[in-house]
Nanobody
Framework: QVQLVESGGGLVQAGGSLRLSCAASGRAFYNFAMSWFRQAPGKEREFVAAISWSGGATDYADSVKGRFTISRDNAKNTAYLQMNSLKPEDTAVYYC?????????????????WGQGTQVTVSS
């Protein structure tokens, strides 16, 4: 089992920045690819970004490329999502998730472990 706890959400003005953290406990964190998804009110949960177990590979949704950066520190069992140039349409609950394989990383059904989510609200 892996337990995931997100933090760092909050209210920010458009153009601002936030850094989300996802702290993992339980099974070896370095065995898992880590991702961030988000869910806005009335919408389905969508893929945001993913990072491989080593940190050597990353992937982003087109909507966040160039603005968001995913990273991880395996020594601290923590993954991060640095969000810059935030827009009102980035408002959502952000979830971190873990899976054992790098493939199909944008498909939420592939993930074995999920955090409880953290709210990000971007005001215009």
């Amino acid at each position: 089992q892996v337990q995931l706890v997100e933090s760092g959400g909050g209210l920010v003005q458009a153009g601002g920045s936030l850094r989300l953290s996802c702290a993992a406990s339980g099974r070896a964190f370095y065995n898992f690819a880590m991702s961030w998804f988000r869910q806005a009110p009335g919408k389905e949960r969508e893929f945001v970004a993913a990072i491989s177990w080593s940190g050597g590979a990353t992937d982003y949704a087109d909507s966040v490329k160039g603005r968001f950066t995913i990273s991880r520190d395996n020594a601290k069992n923590t993954a991060y999502l640095q969000m810059n140039s935030l827009k009102p349409e980035d408002t959502a609950v952000y979830y971190c998730a873990a899976k054992s394989a790098w493939s199909r990383r944008d498909y939420m059904g592939e993930y074995q472990y999920w955090g409880q989510g953290t709210q990000v609200t971007v005001s215009s």
